[in-house]
């Protein structure tokens, strides 16, 4: 069955999220086949790789969304499949598209994430205060969600993941629809977030990673195929590709011929 | 620092008081509620004849209601979930810390609680009754009680539907068709085109299955234990189906 929950798995120190051999099938199909995800407070992970690969079906199960046909999932040393209540207050998350009710004000649809955090009264209100400056919708904070711009959709998605300064943060393209100025904006905020907590982010922009992630995992048909440093990354393309380096190794690690990339990737993969 | 932690029953009460709230967001209440109202009206006065009757009771009212409620309770529930669904909110719900039973009751009642605004407007039928005649004050009761298990039995069957779509129009037609086949089963004409064929037995055993049946008895003011069990039992299996319901589609 899908729940290993009699296996302790080892938690190294530091590591604030640990997934070990994460599986998740639909059907007769494997969406992720064994994935390891260890992530170290101070880590910022890029999560890279092409369109159904299963980057957010891994993220859906380290969330809790998404129960995984096998592996385990340990938040903070709290186990997610045997304890997801205590595990989900350990982590924000964005989830793909940013959502959020409609009809709600971004004021009203931040108090609701406060209360479902179990913040109240005076508690609650700084919270929501606190998470609306810090990623400035004090512009829209009375409009309600459905008239907003894709950038302010973002960033009240990612407001309600900051609610309540989580040690974990997984965020599923949190730069997609922003203009540059955002996409800056929330990078230097990643960034910022990133020094003393565990985040993951998953993107398509390449530079994003280089800009701010201190480590990069691309998957392609559920599996890792490259974990190290945006730098390492880089520096698998051939010398002669001057420009665009990072998607040139990520067409390589992507198209192709997986089997001798896993080869070459399988020794010092894991830092 | 991680959050604080929280109790089942605060958790329902956040779901609850949002999913509350967001019934009076759009003009939709109101104009569901003026609705309601008016139909009772139609069907206790005009079509049921209050007055003409010359009986202080709301016999009129209450046989009308589940046929009224079949067509409005589905409005109602129709939402819940595939709004949620429609929205990807769902997956938000799902890794905040709560449960999906906490989510799945939280929904539930705020809908049986929005029901039970409707059904509360109706009181001043009671007013006129007592003021006109000498009402049945015990029997008026059991009526307005079996009213309101019979809304949040309706509802719980069109919680369940609406999780299993993204799509409200499919969950509202869904429902009606649903809770028809339930009601009929109770009606003494449907019964009869199976009497024809079918032994006794057979005919109590798909009655006593009929959500009519058991409301039909309370309506008399007649508490029968059975039939309150009948009416918390079924909101509760619709429940837990519900949250089996959500589990499954969430991979979809």
């Given amino acids: 069955m899908a729940k290993d929950t009699g296996t302790t798995t080892h938690v190294a120190a530091g590591e604030l999220l640990v997934a070990t051999g994460l599986q998740k099938r639909f059907g007769t199909t494997y969406a992720v086949r064994g994935i390891d995800l260890r992530v170290k407070a101070g880590e910022v992970l890029g999560f890279l790789g092409p369109n159904g690969a299963g980057k957010s079906t891994s993220m859906r199960m380290v969330t809790g969304y998404l129960e995984p046909t096998a592996g385990t999932i340990t938040l903070c040393g709290v186990n997610l499949l045997t304890h997801p209540i205590e595990a989900k207050r350990t982590f924000g998350y964005l989830p793909e598209g940013a959502p959020a009710y409609p009809e709600m004000t971004v004021e009203e649809f931040l108090a609701f994430v406060a209360a479902a955090r179990g913040y109240s009264g005076s508690e609650a209100r700084d919270r929501v205060e606190g998470v609306i400056e810090r990623v400035h919708l004090q512009g829209v904070r009375r409009k309600s969600f459905e008239t907003l711009s894709k950038g302010y959709k973002r960033r009240t998605g990612l407001a309600q993941a900051l609610m309540h300064d989580p040690r974990i943060l997984i965020l599923d393209e949190p730069t997609d629809g922003l203009d540059p100025n955002q996409k800056h904006e929330v990078r230097e905020l990643i960034r910022d977030l990133g020094k003393d907590r565990a985040v993951v982010l998953s993107t398509h922009i390449l530079e994003e990673v280089e800009a701010v992630c201190t480590r990069a995992m691309v998957i392609n048909h559920g599996s890792v195929v490259f974990d190290g440093t945006p730098a390492e990354m880089e520096s698998k393309a051939p010398a002669h590709i001057t420009k665009n380096r990072m998607d040139h190794v990520f067409r390589m690690l992507t198209t192709g011929d997986r089997a001798t990339l896993h080869a070459k990737h399988a020794k010092g993969a894991r830092r | ?252």
Avoid at chain 2, 81 to 108: C, M, N, Q, S, Y
Avoid at chain 2, 109 to 131: E, H, N
Avoid at chain 2, 219 to 247: C, E, H, K, P, Q
């Fill in chain 2, 1 to 252: 620092m991680s959050a604080p932690t929280t109790t089942r029953a605060a958790r329902i009460y956040v779901i609850f008081a949002r999913e509350f709230r967001a019934y009076f967001a759009t003009p939709l209440a109101a104009v569901f509620l003026v609705i309601f109202l008016f139909l009772a009206g139609l069907f206790t006065f005009n079509i049921g004849s209050l007055y003409e009757r010359n009986q202080a009771d709301l016999r009129p009212f209450f046989q009308f209601v589940p046929w009224l409620f079949l067509l409005i309770l589905p409005a109602i529930s129709m939402r819940l979930w595939a709004e949620e669904r429609r929205t990807g909110t769902i997956e938000l719900l799902v890794t905040l810390p709560f449960a999906l039973a906490d989510l799945v009751v939280g929904k539930f009642l705020a809908a049986w609680a929005f029901a039970t605004v409707a059904i509360a407007l109706t009181l001043p039928l009671w007013g006129t009754l007592a003021w006109l005649g000498d009402p049945d004050h015990g029997t008026l009761c059991t009526g307005y009680l079996a009213t309101i298990l019979l809304a949040g039995f309706m509802l719980s069957v069109g919680s369940l539907i609406s999780a299993w779509t993204k799509n409200q129009v499919i969950a509202f037609v869904l429902s009606v068709a649903l809770l028809f086949i339930i009601m009929l089963l109770g009606y003494p004409a449907a019964l009869d085109v199976v009497a024809s064929f079918a032994p006794r037995g057979v005919i109590e055993a798909l009655a006593s299955t009929s959500a009519l049946t058991h409301f039909d008895g309370l309506m008399r003011g007649v508490v029968d234990l059975r039939d309150v069990l009948y009416f918390t039992l079924g909101i509760s299996i619709f429940l837990w189906l519900n949250v089996a319901v959500i589990d499954w589609k969430k991979s979809d």
